[in-house]
């Protein structure tokens, strides 16, 4: 991908999701991740209709202008994206592949926690961490991210969650709020979900192409399987074998939902054909209640 | 089936490019094929549910073995039959006499003697591909059954029509011998036989025996005589028991040997005596031996062309290749 068709794709994701974070999200994500308490921040001139209380006496004596202090939250939250970029996130039979549309979730919450003074970091992992953007507060850096989440190629192309948790846990030690995004087609974090879940605010992103859940009938087809690129044929025709698969699925999103459960993190399940801002915006209402 | 020898072998050598046809499918198959991406292929791949799905090299492979069967078929297999036939340069004319009067219905030979020398004339006309071979049959009289003709096979299915019971019953060996000498008279070959089977004694008839001998004689025909009938009693035929088969009683059998002797003697031939079905066979060897003609050997082969079993098979196979590729391996790729 060449630098301008890059920089067009950012753009176009930059105004999509900003726009998304800036009407939707301004409240939502603020009030769902609150900060501790209040802090001064600076003080400015007096306007009309300005809290009295809050006048600065001092400034205002040496400057022979009313001035006052102005308090803002103490959040300088860290937001940590984990985004699999293991091989079965390039599957996408509707609109966009399973990874396009995490790319896009996470600007959204790139920007809605820029907005809010908070710092944003990423990880990508696939079986092991391929790279990990410390966080950072700013636009530009959030551009960076999105740029890297377009064109990042990882080495591997298998999945492990659980690895992934790990490392997180290990060098994150302050609070930090977690998404990881991922199909979860994987049924071995639980243990390391459990671990992270405990320190941080976490909350799982499961995507998921509807053709994983119900492999559709196509007769005998090559497939390739993303993880490990082996390409083998598969009768597709066989009922016996799609109901395997959907049992398969089935089994996954039982083990997803039971650890995040169980570890009391949030979760949220979206269908790649559906609108992911309403369900963002489902599941933040749904917190800060 | 397999003894097929080609006429164009070289195409043969067409079939050395297979495996590269094999290689380039293989190939085909690794690289241009359009795959979809599927999270959990590999994990479908090994189900139990997916052991069918080998079947999708099979219309690539029914493809091969059609072009191999068109390969071998443009080579043109074909299974050669190697005949030699012999054509005499003096060939030998003979006609056989059969006697078909009631007792030759006796059944000292088995089934009885009628039956027992068609099967052993039938033979002793196929050893004889070269020769006109003609067929009297006589009776209470006689007549011309097959004239002298090289069409065997004519002469067979009239040999194996022969009945007792066409003509009026008795024994005329004078009249029988008479037709079988009138039927060669104006013969050109070099050598002339009458082979006279009969198993009595001259009772009916305008033609004395001896005088037909000497007719025989006269056109330079050999006459061969066989007597057939077991030494002692026979079972023979004495009346009809009306339901169509025969009442049978142990009669002696009287065959005229003399007079048969004399007859081969005059005409140069020779006089035999067919006791049982073996004897008979031997007879007619001994004569076949005796007769020996001049051969010339000529081969030739009758060629079976075998190519479009091939070709029938091959587009089969095709054909079935194709309809497996629109119908039950169809895919949506």
Redesign the interface.
């Known amino acids: 991908m060449d630098t301008q068709a890059l920089l067009k794709k950012v753009r176009r994701i930059e105004i999509k999701t900003r726009r998304l974070s800036n009407h939707l999200f301004s409240g939502e994500y603020h009030s769902s991740f609150k900060g501790r308490g209040m802090a001064f921040s600076e003080v400015r001139r007096y306007e009309y209709g300005d809290d009295i209380r809050a006048i600065d006496w001092n400034v205002t004596a040496k400057l022979n202008e009313p001035y006052i202090k102005v308090f803002e939250e103490e959040r300088e939250l860290t937001l940590m994206l984990m985004v699999d970029v293991s091989g079965s996130e390039n599957f996408g039979s509707k609109m966009q592949l399973k990874r396009e549309m995490i790319t896009e979730i996470c600007a959204t919450l790139a920007f809605s926690a820029i907005q809010n003074n908070d710092k944003v970091g990423l990880i990508f992992f696939s079986d092991k961490v391929e790279k990990f953007i410390p966080p950072a507060k700013g636009k530009s850096h959030t551009l960076r991210l999105i740029r890297e989440l377009i064109e990042f190629k990882p080495q591997s192309s298998k999945t492990n969650i659980g690895e992934a948790l790990r490392f997180f846990s290990a060098f994150q030690k302050r609070r930090a709020i977690v998404f990881v995004l991922s199909d979860f087609m994987d049924n071995r974090y639980r243990d390391a979900l459990k671990i992270a879940s405990r320190k941080h605010d976490l909350t799982g992103i499961r995507i998921y192409d509807p053709r994983e859940e119900d492999l559709p009938n196509l007769g005998l087809l090559p497939m390739r399987d993303p993880e490990s690129g082996k390409i083998s044929w598969v009768n597709t025709s066989s009922s016996k074998l799609r109901s395997k698969m959907r049992q398969r699925f089935a089994e996954f999103n039982k083990y997803y939902r039971e650890s995040f459960l169980r570890s009391g993190a949030g979760d949220l399940t979206i269908r790649i054909d559906q609108s992911y801002p309403a369900a963002l915006l489902s599941y933040f209402k749904k917190r800060s209640r | 089936m397999f003894d097929y020898e080609f006429q164009n072998p070289e195409f043969l050598w067409l079939l050395s490019l297979l495996p590269l046809l094999i290689f380039w499918y293989w190939w085909q198959g690794?690289k241009a094929?359009?795959?979809?991406?599927?999270?959990?292929?590999?994990?479908?791949?090994h189900?139990k549910?997916?052991r069918?799905?080998?079947?999708?090299r099979l219309p690539a492979f029914l493809r091969i073995l059609s072009i191999a069967l068109i390969i071998v078929a443009i080579a043109r297999p074909r299974s050669a039959e190697e005949n030699t036939r012999s054509r005499n340069t003096e060939g030998i004319d003979i006609v056989m006499a059969v006697d078909v009067s009631g007792t030759m219905l006796a059944q000292d030979l088995r089934p009885n003697r009628l039956e027992a020398t068609k099967d052993v004339a039938s033979e002793f006309i196929e050893g004889r591909p070269s020769d006109r071979i003609g067929l009297v049959v006589y009776a209470g009289e006689s007549y011309t059954q097959t004239p002298l003709t090289s069409d065997h096979k004519i002469l067979r299915n009239a040999l194996k029509d022969l009945e007792h019971g066409l003509i009026e019953d008795g024994t005329a060996i004078g009249m029988g011998l008479a037709t079988a000498v009138n039927r060669l008279k104006d013969s050109k070959a070099r050598s002339k036989v009458v082979i006279l089977l009969t198993d009595g004694e001259n009772n009916s008839g305008e033609i004395d025996p001896l005088t037909a001998a000497m007719l025989a004689q006269e056109f330079k025909i050999r006459v061969y005589t066989i007597g057939v009938g077991t030494k002692g009693m026979a079972r023979t035929p004495v009346g009809y028991d009306g339901r169509g088969g025969y009442f049978f009683k142990r009669l002696p059998v009287s065959i005229d040997e003399e007079l048969l002797q004399k007859i081969a003697n005059e005409t140069g031939g020779q006089y035999f005596r067919a006791t049982d079905n073996e004897k008979l066979s031997a007879i007619y060897q001994e004569i076949d031996q005796l007769e020996k003609t001049k051969l010339q050997e000529i081969k030739f082969y009758t060629y079976d062309e075998a190519f479009d079993l091939f070709a029938i098979w091959a587009l089969g196979l095709f054909a079935f290749e194709v309809l497996l590729r629109y119908t039950l391996?169809?895919?949506?790729?």
Do not use: M
């Open positions: 690794r094929q359009a795959e979809i991406i599927y999270p959990e292929a590999e994990f479908l791949a189900q549910a997916n069918w799905a080998f079947l999708h391996l169809k895919n949506f790729l």
